[in-house]
Nanobody, 122 residues
Framework: QVQLVESGGGLVQAGGSLRLSCAAS???????????MGWYRQAPGEQRELVAR???????NYADSVKGRFTISRDGANHTVYLQMNSLKPEDTAVYYC?????????????WGQGTQVTVSS
């Protein structure tokens, strides 16, 4: 089992910045089985969507809407993933969820944090 705890959300004006953090904890076996960590977001009335993710090898993927503005990074030693969000826009307003994917005993598992609200005012 993996537990994910997010922090860093809040209210910011358009053009501002926020940094989200997500710390993973749990059984040693599960922690070391994490192969991808990422951030998703869900706005009211919308489906949850991928924002950015990073693999153990450091390969990253971003949604087109955040490329050039958001940066995902990972501290492997502390099992923490970060999302630096710059040049924020009102359309970035959403609940942001941390995600960890593991491969345990040949099966893939998804773990989710509780979510953190990001609100960008115009």
């Amino acid at each position: 089992q993996v537990q994910l705890v997010e922090s860093g959300g809040g209210l910011v004006q358009a053009g501002g910045s926020l940094r989200l953090s997500c710390a993973a904890s749990g059984s040693i076996f599960s922690i070391f089985a994490i192969n991808v960590m990422g951030w998703y977001r869900q706005a009211p009335g919308e489906q949850r969507e991928l924002v950015a993710r990073i693999t153990n090898g450091g390969r990253t993927n971003y949604a087109d809407s955040v490329k050039g503005r958001f940066t995902i990074s990972r501290d492997g030693a502390n099992h923490t993933v970060y999302l630096q969000m710059n040049s924020l826009k009102p359309e970035d307003t959403a609940v942001y969820y941390c995600n960890a994917q593991t491969l345990e005993s040949g099966s893939a598992h998804d773990y989710w944090g509780q979510g953190t609200q990001v609100t960008v005012s115009s």
